[in-house]
């Protein structure tokens, strides 16, 4: 992970389908060149020590194994998203990350990837304002 943050030249834009094998291992369905292209453009312009930050507590499979702990305390309804071809967190730490707490809820996208909102943008909001409409049980009750 390293050597892929320090490495970024902009000459790597100039490369013939650059776009394409750079987002292959992220994606399951094929996205619109523009959106590509503005991924390479963050990429290429990221601060060195955030986007290894990033690296290494978002986008990382071990960072996700160790956050069992934290999925488990969490006291407010969360949603974990799943792309169900995701290679870069896969379905089934999802899985085991809401099997944690009654408070989190996992859905899966289906014939999506990592980047399931670009992939199938209209099924992701339409989970996430699911999620959102859902009425809030009281953590306490009220006399």
């Given at each position: 992970a390293r050597?892929?943050?320090?490495?970024?030249?902009?000459?790597?834009?100039?490369?013939?389908m650059v776009d394409r094998m750079?987002?292959?291992?992220?994606l399951k369905r094929p996205?619109?060149?523009?959106?590509?292209?503005?991924?390479i453009e963050d990429f290429l312009m990221a601060d060195g020590e955030?986007?290894?930050?990033?690296?290494?507590t978002a986008v990382n499979k071990k960072a996700v194994e160790e956050m069992p702990?934290?999925?488990?305390q969490l006291t407010m309804p969360t949603l974990l998203v799943s792309g169900e071809y995701d290679q870069i967190i896969p379905v089934?730490?999802?899985?085991?990350?809401a099997a944690l707490n009654s408070k989190v809820?996992?859905?899966?996208?289906?014939?999506t990837g990592h980047?399931?909102?670009?992939?199938?943008?209209?099924?992701?909001?339409?989970?996430?304002?699911?999620?959102?409409?859902r009425p809030l049980v009281p953590l306490v009750s009220v006399p």
């Open positions: 050597y892929v943050v320090a490495f970024r030249p902009s000459w790597l834009k100039a490369i013939p750079f987002m292959a291992r992220f996205i619109p060149a523009a959106e590509r292209w503005a991924f955030a986007a290894m930050g990033t690296v290494y702990q934290a999925y488990a089934r730490l999802g899985k085991q990350a809820q996992h859905c899966i996208i289906p014939n980047f399931p909102m670009l992939e199938d943008a209209p099924t992701y909001l339409r989970e996430i304002g699911n999620f959102l409409e």
